[in-house]
């Protein structure tokens, strides 16, 4: 089932403000596919999910579940099933019932229930958990009855806001991949909300960023990465960030400081951003760059620096260096830059020039 969202607006007024949570919200979520909804806190990830869910009515636009306009639908007659932060199992109930409640509203005969509820609760890993009570299961495992207990009524489309946020890291990782197993088998069309991008990358099929109610971008993980169409996404995206420099374009020649990294065509003279990866650094004895090495840290088969440079707007900045390279710290090294990996944003808008 895709899912078209058209000019999707939630606006929160009170007497004292408005704020546009949701802002003209324009995109198509593929069918079957795991989609990461990624931004930073407060930029309108679950304000989007309740809306596709229906316990938030939109203020403008509308919601598509194929070509069924579900936008004045109530939650219960969209086919969805979701899943909170915080789990949210009835404490009182056995796994078992928890996962089966779903389906006694919908007056599934009992025997089929108990069924389906095996089913699910197998696909999740959890099938030998059904007595249990939820405080006597792992955090992973409560989020597993939640998965189970939303996948149960077969819905449609699956909606997790930040499933795994309340996970410790070895079962956050753990989670995720049993996240996108079964979502792989079962191949219903996932909408996972996180604000860690490392997350999104790795989960999703496709990653929708978004800053301040606006869609910023969308694509595969690694198409976004190589191709962010701001600096807000080059920025988002990436563990070491990229590196943000003060630079100029002048008579054809890029800039940092007073040293040309590379030449252009096309852009008019003007003070720009310029963004390079960690891993865009070639080391050479006549390379443009000077980097002021200040800590060096063997991480197996590649060195990560620690660099200071001025035109760095935060003044240092991490690189990602082969470790053949002999590098010691307090040293100037120099290096060029490679032209995939780095970026040009115009100074004002953040705006990709190239
Ligand atoms: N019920 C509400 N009333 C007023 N403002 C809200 C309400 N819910 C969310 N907001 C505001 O809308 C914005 C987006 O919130 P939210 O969708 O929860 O962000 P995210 O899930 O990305 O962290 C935030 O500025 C938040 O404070
Ligand atoms: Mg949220």
Redesign the pocket.
């Known amino acids: 089932m895709d899912i078209r969202l058209v000019n999707l607006t939630k606006i929160?007024a009170?007497k004292q403000a408005e704020?546009r949570?949701?802002d003209d919200f324009d995109v198509h979520i593929p069918s079957g596919k795991l989609i990461g909804l990624l931004?930073?806190?407060?930029?309108?990830?679950?304000?989007?999910l309740y809306m596709i869910a229906g316990l938030l009515q939109p203020t403008e636009g509308q919601i598509f579940f194929g070509d069924d306009d579900v936008t004045n639908l109530p939650p219960e007659e969209r086919g969805i099933g979701l899943v909170f932060q915080n789990y949210a199992l009835y404490p009182h109930m056995t796994v078992r019932q928890n996962i089966m409640f779903p389906l006694e509203n919908l007056n599934v005969p009992k025997k089929e229930a108990l069924e389906r509820a095996q089913k699910m609760a197998d696909l999740v890993g959890i099938g030998d958990l059904m007595n249990r009570k939820p405080k006597q299961l792992s955090g992973g495992q409560q989020q597993r009855v939640a998965i189970a207990r939303a996948l149960v009524k077969e819905p449609r489309v699956l909606l997790l806001?930040e499933p795994l946020s309340n996970l410790d890291a070895r079962l956050r990782l753990q989670t995720r991949e049993e996240i996108k197993r079964i979502q792989r088998e079962t191949g219903i069309t996932t909408i996972f909300?996180t604000?860690d991008q490392e997350e999104a990358m790795s989960i999703s099929d496709e990653i929708i960023v978004?800053d301040r109610?606006e869609e910023q971008q969308i694509g595969k993980p690694q198409d976004v990465y190589n191709n962010p169409n701001n600096e807000f996404v080059a920025k988002f995206l990436g563990t070491p960030p990229i590196a943000i420099f003060n630079g100029q374009i002048k008579d054809g020649n890029v800039l940092i400081g007073d040293e040309v990294i590379g030449q252009v065509s096309g852009l008019k003279d003007q003070q720009v951003n310029i963004g390079i990866r960690p891993e865009g650094y070639v080391v050479k004895n006549d390379g443009a760059l000077t980097l002021d090495v200040k800590i060096v840290e063997h991480i197996g088969r590649d060195i990560s620096l620690v660099v200071y440079n001025e035109n760095v707007v935060n003044k240092t900045f991490r690189a990602i260096v082969d470790s053949d390279i002999n590098v010691k710290e307090g040293q100037l090294i120099k290096a060029d830059v490679k032209p995939n990996k780095c970026y040009i944003f115009e100074k004002e808008t953040g705006k990709r020039l190239l």
Request: overall charge negative.
């Open positions: 929160f009170d704020v949570a949701v931004g930073p806190s407060g930029c309108g990830k679950s304000t989007t806001d909300v604000h978004m109610g």
